[in-house]
């Protein structure tokens, strides 16, 4: 049973304007939030975390909101660029297990 | 180089043959990991190092096993291959505990199992 779900396949955005994908998790003892970033061919980098001690996290034009009561995390890139077309997956996990969670992924697309 | 490393990237095999699929990082990190990713099921988390000589299953470990015998070395090794084994695989090594460490990943092998 899927634990974190990206329920957007793929996402397309112009150039300039923000991108946000959503992830939502069923479990609620995950505690420690995280994006990857995935292009073709090659391994997820990590992109961004969030502890749930926090309710956004911010890195440039990188933000990750967490609604905890929601069950909700979102990533905003804004603006959004071409070379941020890649698979987004975000990831879950708490400190009783020793694993992380991973959604389905979704797909960007930035046109220029 | 410095980093993580997959070897084979692209491997054919067989339906019942052995595959070995090898990982190999730099970092001296603790704890190394094994996913496969699958369409519709994103990056499911197969077996798990905190150590060497120590070994804990994932999500997925049913017809997978491993061993990590020196701290840089992860090998998983498919004992029979199935069809159902047709995936990407990533390895990945973090430092310290892994839940709030964040996992540098190797480039993946795609593995075809005929």
């Known amino acids: 049973d899927q634990q974190v779900k990206q329920n957007s396949p793929s996402l397309s955005v112009q150039e300039g304007r923000i991108s946000i994908l959503n992830c939502d998790y069923t479990n609620s003892m995950f505690d420690y939030f995280l994006w990857y970033k995935k292009y073709p061919a090659e391994g997820p980098t990590f992109l961004i975390s969030?502890?749930?001690?926090?309710d956004k996290n911010e890195d440039g034009r990188f933000t990750v909101f967490l609604n905890k009561s929601a069950k909700h995390l979102s990533l905003h890139i804004v603006p959004s660029q071409p070379g941020d077309s890649a698979v987004y997956f975000c990831a879950a996990s708490s400190n009783t297990g020793n694993q992380f969670y991973f959604g389905t992924g979704t797909s960007l697309t930035v046109i220029p | 180089d410095a980093g993580i490393t997959q070897s084979p990237r692209y491997k054919i095999t067989e339906t019942g043959r052995q595959v070995t699929l090898m990982c190999h990082q730099t970092w001296s990190h603790s704890y190394m990991f094994w996913y496969r990713q699958d369409l519709g099921h994103g990056l499911r988390l197969i077996y798990y190092?905190?150590?060497?000589?120590?070994?804990d299953k994932g999500e997925v470990p049913d017809g997978y096993v491993v061993s990590r015998s020196k701290t840089e070395n992860f090998p998983l090794t498919l004992e029979s291959a199935t069809r159902s084994q047709t995936s990407v695989y990533f390895c990945?090594?973090?430092?310290?505990?892994?839940?709030?460490?964040?996992?540098?990943f190797g480039p993946g092998t795609r593995l075809l199992v005929l």
């Open positions: 969030i502890s749930s001690i926090k």
């Open positions: 190092s905190a150590a060497a000589d120590i070994t």
């Open positions: 990945a090594s973090s430092p310290s505990s892994g839940t709030e460490e964040t996992q540098y």
